[in-house]
């Protein structure tokens, strides 16, 4: 049995899609999986909670107290569950869900839980296709979740577009795939470093850069969903993950980031410093803000220690990757720094190509080892991060 012994917990909200889960919690029980179902006040309306209830084998509920006073612990609930499915997820559920909104039992457990979360967004076309709700598909998506893209046909509105709940034979076929994936990296630990680094000029004032966080932290989750245990090392960021297989330590300048690194550096397998680390700090640190009192001002900088250089010094059995960021003579550059930083493979990304580098969601790579330059087109992090894992993995299995 396909699903054998797997815990799926599904969430349905309010949307004409939720008569449909009956026939997926029925096919997730044939199998093998064990089904439990919460849903919201308003998907009452579209579907019986004794129709649920018979198919799962467990009783549903819709509220944090039973009729017989009893409270429904969703903390349970959501340790409980290998996934949760939010199916049909409405744009009502996802904008709170994105934005830690939590007042009613779907939600509360959603917060609760470590799992990865599958979400199968349905809605009228028009809000489908809303500014709103596609960035909060992006930020589910940040966040580390599944997205189970809504479809085009025939919508309840009486319109038709792109909106309707993917069939429940697609999003039983997504999460059979995803529990029968092989977990390539299981037993593997991923050092990876993210995020800019901050050093301090004075208490109020910082030299940083652009990097944002969500190159490192989309590798941090494929490695994770690979089933690798990952040590992300972020400098400041707003990036954010709960996967339950990342452990995270969030540091702000270069030094912080280096004494961090060295502590995990030792037992990993694998090394990615996807980080902008500053290469200059302050030599030293005014105590008080420093006052405009004076036409200019020199800062005396002083090198930052190499991380990812001393990672290729100390170097023992690690597949160690650098990231290069280039304005120029790119290849030419990543190469060097291939070389010197003792690295295994580099990933270059240039400020040259539109849509790559800092702050934006996509990026444009080139993969560049000791013999091979291998070209990829512009992706999302989360494809990108997806390309660099498996190119790793195929150079460790070489
Ligand atoms: O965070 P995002 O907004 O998603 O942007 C992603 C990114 C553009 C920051 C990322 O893709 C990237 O290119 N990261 C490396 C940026 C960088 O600092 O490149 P570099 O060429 O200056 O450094 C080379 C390598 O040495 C990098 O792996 C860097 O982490 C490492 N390094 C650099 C200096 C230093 N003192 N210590 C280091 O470990």
């Known amino acids: ?58 009783p549903v509920y819709s509220d944090f107290y039973s009729d017989n006073g009893t409270w429904n612990n969703h903390v349970e609930l959501a340790l409980w569950a290998d996934i949760i499915l939010m199916a049909p997820c409405t744009a009502n559920t996802l904008s709170k869900m994105v934005h830690g909104m939590c007042d009613n039992l779907v939600l509360a457990t959603y917060m609760s ?15 489908y296709q809303h500014p709103s709700t596609k960035l909060n598909l992006e930020l589910a998506e940040d966040f580390g979740h599944h997205i189970i893209p809504a479809e085009d046909g025939e919508l309840a509105s009486g319109l038709s577009g792109v909106g309707r709940m993917a069939e429940p034979e697609t999003i039983s076929q997504i999460i059979e795939d995803f529990f029968n994936s092989d977990k390539s990296l299981t037993g593997k630990t991923v050092l990876i470093t993210a995020g800019p680094t901050y ?13 944002s966080g969500k190159m490192g932290f989309s590798i941090a989750e494929e490695a994770a969903n690979r089933g690798a245990n990952v040590i992300l090392i972020s400098g400041p960021s707003s990036e954010l ?15 912080e980031m280096f004494t961090k690194v060295f502590e995990y550096y030792e037992n990993a397998d694998i090394a990615i410093a996807s980080a902008a680390v500053a290469d200059y700090a302050p030599k030293e640190i005014a105590q ?8 200019s001002l020199t800062i005396k900088l002083v090198k930052n220690p190499d991380i990812l250089k001393t990672m290729g010094e100390r170097k023992t059995k690690q597949f160690l990757v650098g990231f290069a960021l280039e304005t120029q003579n790119e290849e030419e550059n990543a190469k060097g720094k291939l070389q010197k930083k003792n690295l295994d493979m580099i990933v270059l990304n240039s400020l040259r ?29 989360t494809e990108v991060a997806k390309d660099i894992l498996t190119f790793i993995e195929e150079q460790i299995l070489k």
Do not use: W
Not at 199 to 211: K, L, Y
Not at 241 to 255: D, G, L, M, P, Y
């Open 1 to 58: 049995m396909k699903l054998h012994g797997k815990r799926i917990l599904i969430c349905i909200s309010g949307g004409i899609a939720a008569y449909k889960i009956n026939y997926l919690i029925r096919d997730f029980i044939k199998k093998g999986a064990e089904a439990q179902v919460l849903m919201t006040s308003s998907a009452e309306q579209f579907v019986s909670k004794l129709t649920l209830s018979t198919l799962s084998k467990n």
């Open 113 to 127: 839980a470590k799992c990865p979360v599958f979400i199968a967004p349905a809605m009228d076309l028009d809000m």
């Open 199 to 211: 050093e301090a000029i004075d208490p109020v004032r910082f030299i940083g850069n652009h990097s």
């Open 241 to 255: 993950s709960n996967h339950q297989n990342i452990e995270i330590f969030r540091v702000t300048s270069a030094k």
């Open 288 to 295: 008080e803000k420093i006052k405009k009192s004076e036409d």
């Open 353 to 381: 190509d539109e849509g790559a580098g800092f702050k934006g969601s996509t990026n444009k790579i080139k993969i560049i080892t000791e013999s091979t330059v291998t070209e990829f087109p512009l992706k999302s992090k």
